[in-house]
């Protein structure tokens, strides 16, 4: 599963039109954005079956998309029902407390040192070696996965998602990682 999260400063036309540059790479886009009307129209015509909404279960049904992407945080059951879940996770509990939601799969982070969270400490690969270990659900490695760190995810996690690197990489720098991400 090869997954983009948007940087959440209203989807300037530039990350438009890259999402639209991957669309054949990536299997879903998280869109963690305030959702505007505006940004809700931009949306309309992009393929559902990419979208996975965070956090705004208004902005999902409006689009008409069911796939809803949640903190790591307890899980308003009432989800579980509209919603095919995925959760962000940062430990064991939170890999129990998802599976036990229903949810699809989880992003755990970071994984690498990155610029998104430079006062976090990396999980690392034995990290996510163990969380991987037990988890029941697919775990999604999230934190400064770019053209350096993948490599170190070989044979390890079959599953990444990118979030800054998809956005300020050249085209073909997304489609280096594109295809080391399939020899994972």
Do not use: W
């Amino acid at each position: 599963m090869f997954i983009v999260i948007t940087e959440g400063n209203g989807l300037p036309t530039h990350e438009l039109k890259r999402m639209n540059d991957v669309i054949d790479m990536v299997d879903f886009f998280i869109i963690r954005e305030q959702f505007t009307n505006a940004l809700i129209q931009s949306l309309s015509s992009f393929p559902k079956d990419k979208l996975i909404i965070h956090s705004n279960r208004d902005a999902a049904q409006a689009l008409n998309v069911d796939r809803l992407h949640l903190k790591d945080r307890p899980i308003d059951a009432s989800l579980t029902r509209d919603f095919i879940l995925s959760q962000s996770i940062h430990d064991i509990n939170g890999i129990h407390r998802a599976h036990k939601a229903g949810c699809q799969f989880v992003l755990y982070s970071p994984i690498f040192i990155t610029s998104s969270k430079p006062d976090v400490t990396p999980k690392g690969i034995n990290g996510l070696k163990d969380i991987m270990d037990q988890s029941p659900l697919d775990v999604v490695s999230l934190g400064g996965v770019n053209l350096n760190t993948i490599k170190q995810l070989k044979g390890i996690s079959h599953h990444i998602a990118v979030k800054s690197f998809i956005f300020n990489a050249t085209l073909k720098e997304v489609e280096l990682l594109y295809e080391r991400y399939t020899q994972l």
